[in-house]
């Protein structure tokens, strides 16, 4: 892979720093600006425990600031560690290291396409690279630049890439948070851009974290802007959830608060989970458009447990397997976390 100058790596590190530094002085201003309490009541019928992914040997595994998660049709839980490479953890706890720390800066967000090759937002060096299935990695889009330029991959710019998803025709779609736009790249290398910050309602402030719906709906956490916001292939843009104001509180999906909202995955049922990482917790927005709190008690911190009674520490990202189990990079305590649905009242 071609290197990056030494001032180029710094400032993309700098400005990821940055980044990262002002994500806990959301939970601050949330905590003397919400009126409502720390840990809102649910009104859904089923509960979470929350326990830390371990290895063979039954301990916890720990990262290096985990921020990306993706799972393969194998049931391997793939983990993009921000200040490390990329490892991969099997449905047995066996921990294998797929990509050096040396061998990508900064990665971000990861997805899988249908025929198994991984996808990277590598925001150290504002490119997306892909990791085939013989581990071969090839650089996909971007110079290395940072830039807004469209058109042909290998000369297309990007700034700050963070979530990224593809669909079953095999397009790549980027959330290039440092232009605030919804970027894709075709399987024909060319890349465009799907929504800008002013086509989008409200316009978009800081997006992190995109998932693809089986309806081809790209839902895009905006973190900045405390929404979820849905986007048509065609490009219309509406908020899904959140009101814009920074809180913590649950109901209708338009009226609920966020802070931070980070990333986002959807389960077998069409339920919504999302990182609220200024909230230290797991969100839920249910089939009927309401806003839930599956784990999390607004308050950081580390411990296992049910519900309100776990704690994590600015939840990065969000996955979901076959089984419809759920894993959260909690960033703050460099672990993984474990969710799953245990009973229906």
């Not at 993309?12 to 806990?24: A, D, E, G, V």
């Not at 993706?70 to 490892?87: H, M, P, S, T, W």
């Not at 843009?237 to 109901?251: D, L, Q, Y």
Request: hydrophobic share 40%; charged share 20%.
């Amino acid at each position: 892979m071609r290197g990056l100058s030494i001032l180029q790596r710094e400032t993309s590190l700098q400005i990821h720093q940055q980044i990262m530094r002002f994500i806990p002085l959301l939970a601050i201003l949330m905590a003397v600006l919400a009126a409502c309490s720390s840990s809102p009541s649910n009104n859904i019928n089923f509960r979470f425990v929350v326990t830390t992914l371990v290895d063979a040997n039954n301990e916890p595994i720990t990262f290096a600031r985990p921020e990306g998660l993706a799972i393969d049709k194998d049931g391997n839980l793939f983990v993009a560690e921000a200040i490390g490479g990329i490892r991969r953890v099997s449905p047995e706890g066996v921990v294998s290291t797929i990509i050096q720390d040396d061998e990508v800066a900064l990665p971000s967000k990861l997805a899988f396409d249908s025929e198994g090759n991984l996808y990277i937002t590598e925001s150290g060096r504002n490119r997306i690279i892909r990791v085939d299935q013989s581990g071969r990695i090839t650089v996909v889009a971007g110079t290395g630049e940072m830039g807004l330029d469209d058109g042909d991959a290998e000369q297309a710019q990007f700034f700050l890439p963070l979530g990224i998803a593809v669909d079953e025709s095999g397009t790549i779609y980027v959330a290039d948070s440092g232009n605030n736009r919804i970027r894709w790249v075709s399987p024909q290398g060319e890349v465009g851009t799907l929504v800008d910050s002013e086509g989008a309602e409200s316009g978009f402030i800081g997006i992190s974290g995109i998932t693809l719906a089986s309806s081809d709906i790209l839902y895009v956490a905006d973190a900045d802007g405390k929404r979820i916001h849905a986007i048509t292939p065609e490009g219309a843009v509406s908020t899904f959830a959140g009101n814009g104001e920074i809180g913590f509180s649950n109901g209708p999906a338009l009226e609920a608060r966020f802070n931070g909202p980070s990333d986002i995955a959807i389960d077998s049922q069409g339920n919504f989970y999302i990182a609220d990482l200024g909230n230290h917790s797991i969100r839920i927005i249910t089939p009927d458009g309401h806003v839930n709190t599956a784990a999390g008690n607004g308050e950081s911190g580390y411990g296992d447990g049910e519900g309100a009674d776990a704690q994590f520490m600015y939840p990065q990202a969000v996955a979901i397997d076959a089984n419809d189990t759920i894993y959260v990079a909690d960033s703050g305590n460099n672990v993984i976390r474990v969710m799953r649905r245990v009973s229906d009242e």
